[in-house]
């Protein structure tokens, strides 16, 4: 990813909006790893 | 003025391309903002028990929903984004990510507070055009509103592009299930199960979340390219450098054999999908329980969200034809060595089959947009897209009907219900065979269906 400041999108930005579905989907994604988990216990 | 204009200001197609400095890294977060909010359909089922007792609450009464009737919520909303997906492809491809990502929040969040409003006057009809139909035309024009912009932007890795949003659709479920867990458990009373409450909440949020994916969208300038790509400037032998007008599309073998690729690739996956749980428990009958099903169809989740990211971004560097040529050839052999695992006892041969399979069913839905902007070119991919999901309604019949008809002819004559999968799962594997060979038959598309220069710069003038 090219992440350096450019002059219409700043890192802040990027990071913003990757955090807006990335952490919801993160949050989501652990859950079901712990789901399936219990198969192999 | 162009036709887009009608939707107003802010909305048009011209106030969305980007500016010089605008970096293409935050469309994927757009896209994925609209796909990560529709592809809550596939956590759907978990209202289903809940609506079995709006009136008894603790239990079923006879005056309750049977979930037989709620299961055609689903299924209704599923027609509706092929139909919609079908019909408006051209109307989005058009008008612009932006309006179409609009309409598809107020439909998707629409269909929600119609929902609850059938919810709470206990009619099923209304919630059967809510969430089905206004819901399943958001679920349409959502699904295919950013593809097109994505390989606009990406043109050097069109297919991690897409794969990037159509993961976000296969994603959505995980964080749509607790979530609606969570929301009907606080809602809920001893006098009140707490569903219309959850799906008004679900409407506003979702609605608020797409209209982020909407105001950062952003179109490319035309001629616009990526530091360092060169656009090639001839047409390779699968990837055409000519635009195919979309109904022009449909007149091609290759629309039609790329058709069945994806229906039987997703037949096959949806068939065990649906049934996976069921499927390991009567395979191994005493060592999986229901809640390691559990745990395993969250695992088979998982591969399904990671291999449309993984497969989609393969085929940039060995082709789509080639990825095809995976999923089936590699398909069969995880499906023939279903029944060996079953017979042989071996639960963990039996996941990781699964566990591919699953990966490649995802896969064949993200790598599809790529395969198609080869095929037809870049001006009418999205449109293209759309008509192309009447596939994934047929494999949405076909599938369960298969898997579900045959294990039940299995056991009514008499076949143990540990091996009563294991014709099925030869079938899919034929099935992956008439895949492959449709692949097979799969050419460039002949020049004489390629748009003209002058058709092309007369869409242009229109659109842009």
């Known amino acids: 990813m090219n992440a350096q400041t450019t002059n219409g999108t700043t890192f802040l930005h990027l990071t913003l909006v990757w955090g807006f579905v990335g952490i919801p989907l993160a949050w989501g994604v652990i859950e079901t790893l712990l789901s399936a988990m219990k198969l192999f216990q | ?464």
Request: hydrophobic content about 50%.
């Open chain 2, 1 to 464: 003025m162009s036709a887009e204009s009608q939707f107003g200001g802010v909305f048009s197609r011209e106030r969305i391309v980007a500016g010089p400095g605008f970096n293409r890294w935050m469309v994927p977060p757009a896209a994925l903002c609209v796909h990560l909010c529709i592809g809550q359909a596939y956590a759907f089922s978990v209202f289903n028990l809940p609506m079995t007792r709006l009136l008894g609450i603790t239990k079923s009464t006879p005056d309750d929903w049977k979930l037989t009737d709620l299961g055609w919520i689903f299924s209704i909303a599923i027609v509706f984004l092929g139909l919609s997906a079908a019909v408006c492809g051209r109307w989005v491809e058009e008008g612009g990510p932006r309006r179409a990502m609009l309409t598809s929040g107020l439909c998707w969040s629409g269909g929600f507070l119609i929902a609850a409003l059938g919810v709470s006057l206990h009619n099923l009809w209304v919630i059967y055009f809510g969430y089905g139909v206004v819901g399943g035309i958001g679920l349409g024009l959502g699904y295919i509103s950013p593809v097109s912009t994505l390989i606009k932007w990406f043109p050097d890795r069109p297919g991690m592009a897409t794969g990037m949003a159509i993961m976000g659709f296969g994603g959505a479920a995980f964080i749509a299930s607790p979530l609606s867990v969570w929301l009907m458990r606080q809602f809920s009373s001893p006098t009140h199960v707490g569903v219309a409450e959850t799906f008004v909440v679900l409407g506003v949020v979702y609605f608020c979340f797409m209209m982020v994916g909407a105001a950062i969208v952003r179109l490319p300038a035309p001629g616009w390219q990526p530091a360092g790509y060169v656009a090639p400037a001839q047409s390779k032998k699968l990837i055409t450098t000519n635009n195919v007008f979309v109904y022009e599309a449909l007149k091609t073998p290759q629309f039609w054999l790329i058709w069945w690729v994806l229906c039987l690739n997703v037949t096959a996956g949806i068939g065990v999908l649906g049934q996976a749980s069921a499927m390991s428990q009567e395979m191994f009958p005493g060592r999986i329980t229901v809640v390691t099903a559990a745990g395993f169809v969250g695992l088979m989740s998982l591969f399904n969200m990671g291999g449309r990211f993984f497969w989609a971004s393969v085929s940039d560097y060995i082709g789509r034809k080639n990825t095809y040529f995976v999923f089936f050839a590699l398909g069969f052999i995880m499906y023939a060595t279903v029944p060996y695992a079953g017979a042989a006892g071996s639960v963990g041969l039996f996941v990781l089959c699964f566990c591919i399979i699953l990966s490649m069913y995802g896969g064949g839905f993200a790598t599809v947009p790529a395969y198609l902007r080869d095929m037809f070119g870049t001006r009418y991919v999205g449109a293209i897209h759309g008509m192309l999901l009447t596939a994934w309604s047929a494999a949405g019949i076909f599938g369960p009907v298969l898997v579900n008809y045959i294990r039940q002819y299995n056991l009514d004559n008499g076949i143990p219900k540990a091996q009563a999968y294991n014709i099925t799962m030869y079938l899919m594997a034929a099935l992956l065979v008439v895949g492959f060979l449709c692949n097979l038959f799969v050419k460039a598309v002949h020049q004489r269906h390629h748009m003209r220069q002058d058709e092309d710069a007369d869409v242009l003038a229109t659109v842009e």
